[in-house]
């Protein structure tokens, strides 16, 4: 798993996303120190590990990050339509405004009126995105959901990062087949029709997890060489 004294010719940022339980942390986990668990419990604030990986003769570090817990709340972003928002005691109803930015702007969805920090999303969605030039786009074979909030997830991406991140769809717990609820064929039809790089995998039992990062870390490595 890397020796730190190591001579590093390249580092390259890749961000995991995707809904809540999806596996990503356990991804990062058997990715980074080949560990998994399966009481895991949710990330707290943003984290990034790392792993120095030999690809054609170069050293090349991937730090990796992995999200907050913010996965609602990026998710939420696209919603803010239909938002009211709440400057101190004052509630404004009313479209997505970017004047407001800068302001302590808590929002609450109507539906749910569970209050957020608005401020702070953002800060952290545009720090998780800063400088990626991967991602690893994450669903639950076995939760048709998370597969359904895909679409929602990719442009998410595509409104934050630069616009040649090298993207891949992982469809994790591809140990759990009795309880496959995305087939394959739609997943990789999708993935080809996006123009993004597709596998299944498990974390529990290391299955495609590797591939996945010697996936995106060799094609960013052919793009920047
Ligand atoms: P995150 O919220 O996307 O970071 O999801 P976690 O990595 O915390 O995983 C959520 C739950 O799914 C945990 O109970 C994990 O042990 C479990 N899990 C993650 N990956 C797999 C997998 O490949 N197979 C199975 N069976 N369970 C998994
Ligand atoms: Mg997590």
Same mark, same amino acid.
């Given at each position: 798993? #890397?020796?730190?004294? %190591?001579?590093?010719? +390249? ?8 809904? !809540? ?28 590990? &790392? @792993? $120095?990986?030999?690809? %054609?003769?170069? !050293? ?9 817990? %913010?996965? =609602? ?10 938002? $009211? ?8 109803? !009313?479209?997505? *405004?970017?004047?407001?930015?800068? +302001?302590?702007? +808590?929002?609450?969805?109507?539906? &749910? ?6 401020? @702070? ?6 720090? +998780? ?14 939760? @048709? %959901? ?5 679409? =929602? ?10 616009? *040649? ?11 759990? /087949?009795?309880?496959?609820?995305? !087939? &394959? ?6 993935? /080809?029709?996006? #123009?993004?790089?597709?596998? /299944? $995998? ?19 490595? *052919?793009?920047?060489?």
């Amino acid at each position: 798993y #890397g020796d730190p004294s %190591q001579k590093v010719d +390249y580092v390259f940022k890749v961000v995991l996303i995707g809904d !809540s339980a999806v596996g990503k942390s356990q991804i990062l986990a058997r990715f980074a120190r080949n560990e998994f668990s399966l009481d895991s419990k949710a990330t707290i604030g943003v984290e990034f590990q &790392t @792993r $120095t990986m030999v690809i %054609q003769h170069k !050293s090349v570090k991937a730090q990796i990050w992995d999200t907050a817990g %913010q996965e =609602r709340a990026l998710l939420d972003f696209h919603f803010f339509l239909s938002w $009211t928002f709440l400057v101190g005691s004052t509630t404004l109803k !009313s479209d997505y *405004n970017p004047s407001l930015e800068g +302001y302590n702007v +808590y929002c609450r969805r109507q539906t &749910t009126g569970n209050p957020m920090y608005f401020d @702070r999303y953002r800060a952290v969605t545009s720090a +998780y995105y800063r400088g990626a030039v991967g991602a690893m786009l994450v669903y639950d074979i076995t939760k @048709r %959901q998370t597969f359904d909030h895909i679409p =929602r997830w990719l442009e998410e991406l595509r409104g934050h990062a630069d616009k *040649n991140i090298v993207i891949i769809l992982i469809g994790n717990k591809c140990d759990l /087949e009795d309880q496959r609820a995305v !087939s &394959t064929e739609d997943a990789k039809e999708f993935a /080809e029709k996006e #123009g993004l790089f597709f596998l /299944e $995998t498990s974390a529990l039992n290391a299955t495609n997890v590797e591939s996945a990062f010697v996936t995106v870390l060799t094609e960013i490595f *052919n793009i920047v060489n």
